[in-house]
């Protein structure tokens, strides 16, 4: 948990940065480092449902191991 939270910390400190520079706005900054994480779990949730489907669709080839 305490990666999770760090990795969190560097998230927000980084998309504030970005948009911050980008806008010169505080508030700007901020409102990116809230929203966009937010819409990035939603995204991963959604991405995973399609990774998930495709990996039962397809199922993988053998691996052939040199003897």
Same mark, same amino acid.
């Given at each position: 948990?305490?990666?999770?939270?760090?990795?969190?910390?560097? =998230?927000?400190?980084?998309?504030?940065?970005?948009?911050? /520079?980008? #806008?010169? #706005? /505080? %508030? /700007?900054?901020?409102?990116?480092? %809230?929203?966009?994480?937010?819409? $990035?779990?939603?995204?991963?949730?959604?991405?995973?449902?399609?990774? $998930?489907? %495709?990996?039962?669709?397809?199922?993988?080839?053998?691996?052939?191991?040199? =003897?």
């Amino acid at each position: 948990m305490t990666k999770t939270i760090s990795f969190a910390a560097v =998230h927000f400190t980084v998309a504030f940065s970005v948009a911050y /520079v980008m #806008s010169g #706005s /505080v %508030l /700007v900054g901020g409102a990116i480092a %809230l929203v966009e994480p937010a819409i $990035n779990t939603v995204a991963y949730y959604f991405h995973e449902q399609v990774w $998930n489907r %495709l990996g039962r669709a397809e199922p993988m080839a053998p691996v052939h191991m040199p =003897h």
